[in-house]
Structures are given as C-alpha cells and as structure tokens.
T-cell receptor, first 113, second 114 residues
Framework: AQTVTQSQPEMSVQEAETVTLSCTYD???????LFWYKQPPSRQMILVIRQEAYKQQNATENRFSVNFQKAAKSFSLKISDSQLGDTAMYFC??????????FGTGTRLTIIP | NAGVTQTPKFQVLKTGQSMTLQCAQDMNHNSMYWYRQDPGMGLRLIYY???????DKGEVPNGYNVSRLNKREFSLRLESAAPSQTSVYFCASSESPGGIYEQYFGPGTRLTVT
C-alpha cells in the first residue's frame, strides 16, 4: 500500500516571501502521479499542481512549482511571492493505475500580512 | 457548469438517526467518491464508484452505504448515526477511475452527531 507523509502540520510565512511545503511518499511503483490540492477556509478542494513521475521536468503553475525527487520519493511544493489568498490547508496526494488517490494529512499554511 | 454539488451543507443528528447525503456532478464523469475529513487525518475514502452501476469499499466503509443512482448522482447513507461519524464529508468525481485523473470536489457537508 502506498503512504503519503506530510511532516509539517502547520507553517506560517510573511506575505511576499517564499515557502516550501514537504511531502514524501512510499511506493514500489514506477509510473505514478503526484498532486497538490489546496483547501482554503471555504473548504473547497482545488487542484494546485500535478506531476507525472515519468517526466523529469518539475511542474510549474504560475507562482507554484514542485521539486520532484523520484529517487528520494520526495515531492515538495514551493509557493513564491506568497499572497494572503494562499492561506489554506495543502494536501499532497499520490495516485497510479486504477488505484484510488492516497492523501497526506495536510499542512496548514498561514500567510501573515 | 455547477461542477460537484452536495446537499446539505450542514446537518446535526442525534445518535441512532439516519440520513442520506446527496451528491451530483454535471461533468459527465464516470467515477465518483465519498471521503471523510477529520482533523489530523487528511481525507479518507469511504466508498467509491468507478462507473455507473458499480460501487466499492474504500478505507473506512463501516457504518455507511452508498447508491450510484445514475451517472450523475452518488449518495451516502448513514443508517444509524454514531458520534464517531462526526466529520466533514466530501464528494468528488473524476473522468475515469484511477490515480492519474484529477478529482473535482464538492463543497463538503459538516455533520455533527450528538
């Protein structure tokens, strides 16, 4: 069974700074997908970014980028120029084949004005 | 497009009462899911439906039943609510089953069982 670990329950950073959220996973699979979901105070889960394991290039979406280290089974999310609207819970998730997504326990990120 | 909708948004039940959470999606997705979210536990899968007419147990199915009414609708039923079922419940859908497809989530239902 796959496991996803987010070791930082809470983080805070000043507005406009850069913050990195950690995620590690355990799997014996070779082809899989990794996701970061954001859950703001409204509770609505929103996909932030997705990475295919077979791609060496790290995914980026505007201010959001990942550092994908396949050998280390690490998938961190970097938020640049953080904004107040980035305040949310962030969940890392793992998926492959026809299996369901496995979610981490989340990191609560607070952006301080 | 409304995406994934859930009703109700909030509910308070007494122990032993029953209720059904409703979920509908308008994206023509094949797969639908029910999760519960508890503090410090992340999202845990209760049941899922890979396609219309099929349902399967997830990680925490005890105390719940589901019905895939049609391609659009997937309901979750608590037959005899218990305080341990106090949680936030999310419905999600995806184009097809499997870990490669993005899941789209509803706004959640906050359920309190007293």
């Amino acid at each position: 069974a796959q496991t996803v670990t987010q070791s930082q329950p809470e983080m805070s950073v000043q507005e406009a700074e850069t913050v990195t959220l950690s995620c590690t996973y355990d799997t014996s699979e070779n082809n899989y997908y990794l996701f970061w979901y954001k859950q703001p105070p409204s509770r609505q889960m929103i996909l932030v970014i997705r990475q295919e394991a077979y791609k060496q290039q790290n995914a980026t979406e505007n201010r959001f980028s990942v550092n994908f280290q396949k050998a280390a089974k690490s998938f961190s999310l970097k938020i640049s120029d953080s904004q107040l609207g980035d305040t949310a819970m962030y969940f890392c998730a793992f998926g492959f084949g026809n299996e369901k997504l496995t979610f981490g326990t989340g990191t609560r990120l607070t952006i301080i004005p | 497009n409304a995406g994934v909708t859930q009703t109700p948004k909030f509910q308070v039940l007494k122990t032993g009462q029953s209720m059904t959470l409703q979920c509908a999606q308008d994206m023509n997705h094949n797969s639908m899911y029910w999760y519960r979210q508890d503090p410090g536990m992340g999202l845990r899968l209760i049941y899922y439906s890979a396609s219309e007419g099929t349902t399967d147990k997830g990680e925490v199915p005890n105390g719940y039943n589901v019905s895939r009414l049609n391609k659009r609708e997937f309901s979750l039923r608590l037959e005899s609510a218990a305080p341990s079922q106090t949680s936030v419940y999310f419905c999600a859908s995806s184009e097809s089953p499997g870990g490669i497809y993005e899941q789209y989530f509803g706004p959640g239902t906050r359920l309190t069982v007293t």
